[in-house]
């Protein structure tokens, strides 16, 4: 009798192991999905924006308007580093999502449409 019993037990642990990996697929097949949907309309604003072709001086006129009380008027740097070799460091996709999203505190995270940032991008690589 115990033959059979414990063939029983071991079919009950397979079927609950594979209960579990099932449970397990489901919930990062999920994660995956919601973090997909969630990057897609990001990437689709990125794309769009360096598709557009910037102005230096309405970028320029953006960063008085909204950065230069961290960045200075110059954008040599007050509580924001300076930002005169920023686009030696980060490239124009790093560069929005930083903008964007404020990645680095105390930086707050903007919302800006794609054609103002495609001119804050080209006024930030105008100034090397």
Not at 11 to 39: A, H, Q, T
Not at 54 to 76: E, M, P, W, Y
Not at 96 to 121: A, C, H, R, Y
């Amino acid at each position: 009798m115990t033959t059979s019993s414990s063939s029983a037990a071991e079919k009950n642990l397979k079927i609950e192991i594979w209960k579990k990996v099932l449970i397990v697929s489901v919930v990062v097949s999920l994660l995956f999905i919601l973090f997909y949907l969630n990057n897609y309309d990001k990437n689709q604003y990125i794309l769009k924006t360096l598709e557009l072709e910037g102005s230096v001086k309405d970028g320029k006129a953006l960063f008085k308007t909204n950065c230069v009380g961290c960045h200075g008027i110059t954008a040599r740097g007050l509580v924001g580093p300076d930002l005169h070799s920023i686009t030696q460091t980060l490239n124009d996709r790093e560069i929005i999502k930083q903008v964007t999203g404020g990645l680095t505190p105390p930086m707050p995270s903007f919302e800006i449409d794609p054609q103002n940032m495609s001119n804050l991008l080209k006024y930030l690589n105008s100034l090397e």
